[in-house]
């Protein structure tokens, strides 16, 4: 019985791995998803606004966990252009958690979707190095919407990060000021080997996209293949 129970906790331990980076698979396939439904909705992120990005974070399915405290809690990826200059394809994606803040309040009980726009290279730098509070360590506002709409504002133009929201088949802009924002490093080692960082990933292009970025990655490259903003 001892050395059945031990070969059951050894075969535990083997396949832990394989399972927990088949979660981070399935992380950037939602997160592919859901960056593809809201490109092609009508009223979707100014496409002025994706073209001056430097990174794109998807969390999908973010959730309050504490009813009446505001707090959520969500996992999702962020993607840069590649090369140190930010101006090549969108390589591959690092793991991201997104934790706390006020913005539970919004979400209504409901799982939302979020997509940040970090728009120079300082906000990209800050995140991928370590936790950062959004409207703190990095200055962040909801981002306007619509083919049509003003992207030269104050707020926009000075802004690292531009968030947008969606629930219940409804798109915005929505504040995640009081949030904060990490790399999922337990993720990136899972599903990338150990010792692996964000830097390694996203700067350093250490480590080649897997097959389930293919969709997140070929979204972001057609809609906007070139970096046009002003360094």
């Given at each position: ?9 050894m ?16 992380r ?26 430097e ?16 707090g ?29 803040g ?32 959004l ?47 990490r ?17 390694d ?11 389930s970025a ?18």
């Amino acid at each position: 019985m001892k050395n059945v129970f031990s070969l059951m906790v050894m075969v535990t331990l083997f396949c832990l791995p394989a399972y927990a980076q088949k979660d981070e698979n399935k992380r950037i396939t939602n997160a592919g998803t859901v960056m593809t439904e809201i490109l092609n909705i009508p009223d979707d992120i100014p496409e002025d606004l994706l073209d001056k990005a430097e990174c794109v974070i998807v969390l999908p399915s973010v959730k309050k966990f504490a009813i009446g405290f505001g707090g959520s809690y969500g996992r999702g990826v962020m993607t840069c252009r590649s090369g140190k200059e930010f101006n090549g394809p969108w390589g591959a994606p690092s793991m991201m958690a997104l934790e706390g803040g006020s913005f539970g309040l919004q979400l209504g009980g409901q799982a939302t979707d979020f997509v940040l726009l970090v728009m120079n290279p300082r906000g990209a730098a800050s995140i991928l190095s370590s936790q950062v509070k959004l409207g703190g360590d990095v200055t962040a506002a909801a981002g306007p919407k619509g083919r049509s709409a003003a992207a030269s504002t104050d707020v926009t133009m000075r802004a690292e990060i531009l968030s947008y929201s969606r629930a219940r088949g409804l798109f915005a802009g929505i504040s995640l000021e009081g949030s904060t924002l990490r790399p999922d490093n337990d993720g990136n080692e899972r599903l990338y080997g150990k010792g692996t960082t964000a830097k390694d990933i996203v700067i350093n292009g250490k480590v080649r996209p897997p097959a389930s970025a293919d969709s997140l990655l070929a979204t972001l490259n057609k809609k906007s293949p070139k970096n046009k903003s002003d360094k």
